[in-house]
């Protein structure tokens, strides 16, 4: 069971970048979904989550009204669209499956490997 993260990069502040995070091994339709940052010299943080169907998201409210999160079950895979980014964006984004269907921040088993979003000009 792998989760693929990838996207990141540099982007100036007030630009925009979507990573994506690919999932393989298992299919995880039923499961919540999230996102969650570490930026250097600090703890692992919560930024979004996604219900199995898509219905429900949530959202730190540090991005809230910047990143949007999505999914397509179909490939597997989940989105971050992150827009008028600022530099306290900068860290490395981590994907993970919750083993709930419908989560904010609980449960999150499974991790990927991390991809790192430098925001700087």
């Known amino acids: 069971v792998q989760l693929q993260a990838s996207g990141g990069g540099l982007v100036q502040p007030g630009g925009s970048l979507r990573l994506s995070c690919a999932a393989s091994?298992?299919?995880?339709?039923?499961?919540?979904m999230g996102w969650f940052r570490q930026a250097p010299g600090k703890e692992r943080e919560f930024v979004t989550a996604i219900s199995w169907n898509g219905g429900r998201t949530y959202y730190a409210d540090s991005v809230k009204g910047r990143f949007t999160i999505s999914r397509d079950n179909a490939k597997n895979t989940v989105y971050l669209q992150m827009d008028t980014v600022k530099s306290e964006d900068t860290a490395v984004y981590y994907c993970?499956?919750?083993?709930?269907?419908?989560?904010?921040?609980?449960?999150?088993?499974?991790w990927g490997q991390g991809t790192l979003v430098t925001v700087s000009s």
């Open positions: 091994g298992r299919t995880f339709s039923n499961n919540a």
């Open positions: 993970a499956a919750s083993r709930y269907a419908v989560t904010s921040r609980e449960g999150f088993n499974y």
